[in-house]
């Protein structure tokens, strides 16, 4: 079947979970290969089977394919697979869910999520600003499914969701309580101090403020929206050949800030190991 067929049959089974962004009302029908709303807006699937639900203009920093393929190399490497372990590990077990992957990317982790969950049969939607990391993401499409969407105005039906995760993206909180049904869950990871430390030390000086990271701003607008939350914390060090060195500089904005000087210099000394230090934070939406 082809990926713009698999997109049309997911959509016809799960019209209810959309919402149009143009108006709001709910869609009423999937023609061909178009989904068509209550006023008759409409949205065509692309050939690779994923819709564009953004209203507005939008440019996005992430939007490179080439950073896309290089966090796809190293996240299937597994550089997070202890971190979705541990999303999975605190989802409820043998639940079915209705899943809402926060910026999703090129796909790797919510695939890794459900797979990890086979046999559960999840519902699983992706959403992601950029256009590049969908295209990227439909290669683990089957019965997901991946859209280019704003997390600010997703395009979801009110209380659509039993479980929101959401793997270093901001936020829009009114948004994400909007979707998730009464006690859905959230599922944030947020980076940590030693979040790639050893990265950050080659490309920034002592005195750059891109050396150091404070999370206490991200961790205290989630508490204000979830005054109940659990925080656990993952820590470890992650291996890699010396060639998957350049992958890593790629896929991170942390190398935004430095001087391409830096960076040359930076892959003469490829390093072999990385320390992801990252929390999972938990919450019930009430």
């Known amino acids: 079947m082809k990926k713009i067929e698999q997109g049309a049959l997911f959509l016809q089974r799960h019209l209810a979970l959309f919402k149009c962004p143009i108006c709001g009302e709910a869609f009423r029908e999937v023609v061909g290969y178009q989904l068509v709303c209550q006023l008759d807006h409409s949205f065509d699937l692309s050939r690779k089977g994923t819709l564009f639900m953004i209203t507005h203009k939008v440019k996005s920093e992430y939007d490179s394919p080439e950073m896309w393929q290089a966090r796809r190399k190293m996240l299937t490497l597994g550089l997070f697979d202890p971190i979705i372990a541990a999303i999975n590990e605190a989802m409820p077990v043998e639940e079915k ?63 659509s969701f039993d ?72 820590k470890y060090t992650f291996e890699f050949s010396e060639t998957d060195f350049s992958s890593l500089l790629m896929m991170t904005p942390l190398n935004w800030g430095a001087s391409q000087q830096t960076k040359q210099n930076v892959l003469e000394t490829p390093l072999k190991q990385i320390t992801v230090d990252v929390s999972l934070l938990t919450a019930a939406k009430q």
């Open 97 to 159: 869910l209705n899943i809402l992957d926060i910026g999703s990317g090129e796909g790797t982790p919510p695939a890794k999520l459900k797979k990890l969950r086979a046999g559960i049969e999840d519902t699983l939607v992706g959403v992601d600003i950029s256009k590049s990391a969908v295209n990227l993401a439909t290669s683990y499409q089957n019965d997901n499914f991946f859209c280019v969407a704003d997390l600010a105005a997703l395009p979801f039906a009110d209380q």
């Open 163 to 234: 479980c929101i995760t959401d793997i270093f993206s901001p936020a829009a909180y009114h948004e994400f309580k909007r979707v998730l049904r009464p006690h859905g869950k959230i599922y944030k990871i947020v980076p940590n101090s030693g979040y790639l430390k050893e990265l950050r030390a080659l490309l920034y000086n002592e005195e750059s403020a891109h050396r150091t990271y404070d999370n206490s701003a991200v961790l205290s607008l989630f508490a204000k929206n979830f005054p109940d939350y659990q925080k656990q914390d993952i």
